[in-house]
């Protein structure tokens, strides 16, 4: 009898990355990712300024009658809403987007899914934290250098979501998960050079103007949000032009 072919002759971790590539490849997390960054961006910004420039006040949750205030309460709340915020985005989109899968997609390519949290493996987040913590460094020493400060919240927002979108699009073959990768570095890098240091007891003047310890995490967030808008767009347009599947 003659030699079985197809899928039988492809390994399961083949297989897997297979269907976890055609998962992503439609554009619709990269659409949904946008919106999270988007999100990011807005509620981080009063955030990082209540926290770095105490008399700067804000008309709501920061809101004290002390001239300097470290606005404990009001930021922990904000932070902890942030996080509650995150958790409700994440849950609805990963709803909304297999919907519009089985709408769109599934007649088109077929229908693909996978378990929530991504088959990454033990090596994935070794090579991940290992990254992490070197591009933190290398970039909190750049701005420290040149802006006077390392800017943490912005180097964690950069580095994070860098290595993580190079790393599952160099797993699963998703080329262009690599250039969003380095294209957003790129950009990240230089806006954060972009930003001027504001007067502690004034505070920021304009977006621009920011704390040299903190930065300004807004900036890499809208620039992710951006770029994975564009990707998520080209990337489901050319899905909608595929024709429907014979049946």
């Not at 008399?55 to 205030?69: A, G, L």
């Not at 899968?101 to 949290?117: E, S, Y």
């Not at 020493?141 to 927002?157: D, E, I, N, Q, Y």
């Not at 979501?161 to 570095?185: E, H, N, P, Q, T």
């Amino acid at each position: 009898m003659p030699a079985a072919t197809g899928t039988a002759s492809v390994s399961s971790d083949a297989f897997t990355r297979r269907s976890i590539r055609a998962w992503w490849a439609d554009g619709l997390w990269d659409l949904a990712l946008a919106g999270f960054w988007a999100i990011t961006a807005l509620w981080t910004y009063p955030l990082v300024i209540a926290l770095a420039f105490p008399s700067w006040s804000w008309p709501w949750p920061f809101i004290t009658k002390e001239p300097i205030n470290p606005l404990k309460n009001e930021v922990a709340f904000w932070g902890a809403a942030l996080l509650a915020v995150w958790i409700a985005y994440i849950f609805l989109a990963w709803l909304l987007v297999t919907g519009l899968k089985r709408r769109f997609v599934a007649p088109r390519l077929g229908d693909v899914r996978h378990a929530f949290f991504l088959p990454i493996g033990r090596s994935f987040g070794l090579i991940f934290a290992a990254a992490y913590a070197l591009g933190c460094l290398a970039l909190a020493f750049l701005f420290w250098k040149a802006r006077g400060g390392p800017h943490l919240f912005s180097v964690f927002m950069i580095v994070s979501f860098a290595g993580v979108m190079y790393l599952v699009g160099r797993k699963f073959d998703i080329r262009r998960y690599r250039w969003i990768a380095a294209a957003g570095s790129g950009l990240c890098i230089a806006a954060e050079l972009l930003t001027t240091n504001a007067v502690y007891l004034e505070g920021p003047k304009h977006f621009l103007d920011v704390s040299p310890f903190y930065g300004n995490p807004s900036l890499p967030s809208l620039i992710w949000a951006a770029l994975l808008l564009i990707s998520g767009i080209t990337a489901f347009r050319r899905v909608l032009r595929l024709p429907y599947a014979q049946t």
